[in-house]
């Protein structure tokens, strides 16, 4: 996909500068809660993968939070402001300019990974799979059939929605720990917390 996609997320990051305010997203918030309750010590020690990071609004929570964070994306532009805002709240992240196309992680690596609006259905059970090593965690959001109903969603292509039940269904070697298809008022999304075998 790749060389056009740079340049689109390039285009449109350059268009809309970040928000300086940073807010990590809420199912990210509540996800890591049952982690936390299930393995306390790994929130606050443990290495975390934030796959197409965009802005870093999360991998900027995470490392608050004491996770040492890889965020990988493919915009040049998307990760300098990323990192302009990481820096703002002197948090520091291992940014990762990177097609996951071609990355590949180092195996059994990770803690957690965490996905936020990007769907490749190859690409990332195939990174999630390699990276986490047994035992580590997968929060995953993003959005689902529903969206393409709402008239003001900028999501026209199906092929970047999930059909009913799908996000789980890519994760099969994975334990599903909360699976949830929700209709929220400004988005329809699929949420996943799993974790690996
Ligand atoms: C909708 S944004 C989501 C960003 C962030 N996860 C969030 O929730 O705000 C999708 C992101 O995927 C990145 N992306 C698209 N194709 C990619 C690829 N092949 N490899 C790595 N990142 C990619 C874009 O640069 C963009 O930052």
């Given at each position: 996909m790749s060389a056009t996609d740079r340049q689109r997320w390039n285009e449109k990051y350059t268009r809309k500068p970040a928000a300086t305010i940073i807010k990590p997203d809420e199912w990210l918030i509540e996800a890591h809660d049952t982690i936390a309750q299930i393995t306390?010590?790994?929130?606050?020690?443990g290495r975390a993968l934030d796959l197409a990071?965009?802005?870093?609004h999360n991998s900027t929570w995470l490392a608050q939070y004491g996770w040492d964070v890889d965020g990988v994306d493919i915009s040049t532009e998307g990760l300098s402001q990323a990192e302009l805002l990481a820096a703002e709240t002197d948090t520091v992240i291992n940014w990762i300019e990177a097609d996951l196309d071609d990355w590949q992680p180092k195996?059994?690596?990770?803690?957690l990974a965490i996905v936020f609006r990007f769907l490749d259905r190859v690409t990332v059970p195939l990174i999630v799979n390699d990276g986490l090593r047994p035992g580590g965690w997968l929060i995953y959001e993003t959005f689902a059939a529903?969206?393409?109903?709402?008239?003001?969603?900028?999501?026209?292509?199906?092929?970047?929605t999930l059909s009913t039940g799908e996000l789980r269904l890519?994760?099969?070697?994975?334990?599903?720990?909360d699976f949830r298809e929700e209709t929220l008022e400004n988005r329809s999304v699929q949420r996943l917390l799993a974790r690996r075998r």
């Open positions: 306390p010590g790994i929130t606050t020690a990071c965009g802005l870093g195996p059994d690596s990770y803690d529903g969206e393409l109903d709402r008239a003001n969603s900028h999501i026209r292509n199906p092929a970047f890519l994760f099969t070697d994975f334990e599903i720990v």
